[in-house]
């Protein structure tokens, strides 16, 4: 007896992979099998609807509005403030002295956190910059994520406390306002940190409409979803962006080893454009 709600067949699967390969280039393999269907069964009851194949007839019908929900869906969000925290120290101390070195005549920096989450990347970086960035300087993030609910979240700017667990005492005081009666439990960050931070959704497959000049991007996290042809050609579109000597962090279980022959390894995952 099939113990499922819904019936889902190896068709249904890969019509999943093909439609989130093609819009989002994520690579789905088998082992993801059970996550896609438990992820989706949730929209499917949600929508009254009574088979996969009838969702994804209507994912189809639906186009950009729908393949966004799907996404959200099969994706995991979880992320906590200066998670690996080496890339924010190595930030403060080699990337930001370097870029007001080089940078001292139009005193502006550009950090882009490309598959920013819910924000606390982001806001991670910014308090980087606000504490190693000189006074007078227009030092700005771009955070983009796919996924418009992360987002929204990551503008409203509010967390529970066990999101700062990467977070000093003294920066909890001087970044974050503690919630108290109905937000007993939650943060809020600084108006101060909002407002160098530029929000918004963008599919990296797409066209990237950034306009200014990009001195460090943060893609951590995100490229273990994609295959190899997907994250090469992303990696070049990155150094295509990047200035030499610009900085890429990626997460710690991914590597541009052979991938991409564009930029050096300087360890823990941080890389320097060379070409």
């Given amino acids: 007896m099939n113990e499922r709600e819904f019936d889902f067949k190896d068709q249904d699967f890969n019509r999943v992979k093909a439609i989130v390969y093609n819009y989002a280039g994520i690579d789905l393999n088998e082992s993801k099998k059970n996550l896609v269907y438990n992820r989706l069964s ?33 994706t995991t969000n979880l992320t906590f403030f200066f ?70 979240t ?22 974050f306002l503690k919630g108290s009666g109905s937000q007993e439990g939650y943060v809020k960050v600084k108006p101060e940190l909002q407002d160098i931070i530029e929000f918004g959704q963008l599919n990296l497959m797409d066209e990237w409409p950034l306009k200014d000049a990009i001195d460090v991007i943060f893609c951590r996290n995100v490229v273990i979803y994609f295959d190899k042809p997907t994250q090469s050609k992303l990696f070049n579109r ?10 890429l ?10 991938v991409c022959d564009r930029f050096e390894l300087l360890g823990q995952t941080i890389y320097k454009k060379l070409h």
């Fill in 83 to 152: 998670r690996e925290n080496h890339h924010f120290e190595y930030l403060i101390n080699t990337v930001i002295p370097g870029l007001v070195s080089q940078n001292a005549a139009k005193k502006k920096i550009r950090v882009w956190s490309a598959g920013c989450s819910t924000g606390e990347e982001p806001y991670s970086i910014a308090i980087a910059l606000k504490e190693a960035v000189p006074t007078g300087w227009d030092a700005k993030v771009i955070a983009t994520d796919l996924d418009s609910n992360v987002v929204n």
């Fill in 154 to 175: 990551g503008q409203r700017g509010v967390y529970k406390n066990d999101r700062l667990k990467g977070v000093s005492e003294e920066r909890k005081k001087r970044w």
């Fill in 238 to 247: 990155y150094a295509d962006r990047l200035p030499n000597n610009g900085h």
């Fill in 249 to 258: 962090f990626i997460g710690h279980s991914e590597s541009l080893y052979k």
């Fill in 42 to 74: 949730k929209r499917i009851r949600f929508l009254s609807m009574q088979t996969f194949s009838e969702y994804l007839d209507f994912v189809e019908a639906q186009g950009e509005a729908e393949f966004v929900h799907l996404i959200n869906a099969i």
